[in-house]
């Protein structure tokens, strides 16, 4: 059974950057696809991207589209997102995520492994 931990939230300015990871052990990220997800405060928990086994095929939500990056190192066995031009609303929990499934997905449900997440705030 994989097990994920998430790192590199933290409090931002608008118009800042964060890359969060999320470390792999127990399992090869090479096995899974993966995706990132968020909840905001008071807020249902929404997805943000996802990203293939390979990491050659990429989704993301129309909200983040253009502002975040998903990657992973599978060598490293440990996913990224890039977060640029953050905005207050970005503010929430993020996790990460891996699915059993063969292909990567924007539904929570089809996710079977999960980190504990990590704080993103964004304020001035």
């Known amino acids: 059974q994989v097990q994920l931990v998430e790192s590199g939230g933290g409090l931002v300015q608008p118009g800042g950057s964060l890359r969060l990871s999320c470390a792999a052990s127990?399992?090869?990220?090479?096995?899974?696809?993966m995706g990132w997800f968020r909840r905001a405060p008071e807020k249902d928990r929404e997805f943000v991207a996802s990203?293939?086994?390979?990491?050659?095929?990429?989704s993301y939500a129309e909200s983040v589209k253009g502002r975040f990056t998903i990657s992973k190192d599978n060598a490293k066995n440990t996913m990224y997102l890039q977060m640029n031009s953050l905005k207050s609303d970005d503010t929430a929990v993020y996790y990460c995520?891996?699915?059993?499934?063969?292909?990567?997905?924007?539904?929570?449900?089809?996710?079977?492994?999960w980190g504990q997440g990590t704080q993103v705030a964004v304020s001035s």
């Open positions: 990203i293939s086994r390979t990491g050659f095929s990429t």
């Open positions: 127990g399992g090869s990220l090479s096995t899974y696809p």
């Open positions: 995520a891996a699915t059993t499934s063969s292909v990567r997905s924007s539904s929570a449900p089809t996710y079977a492994y």
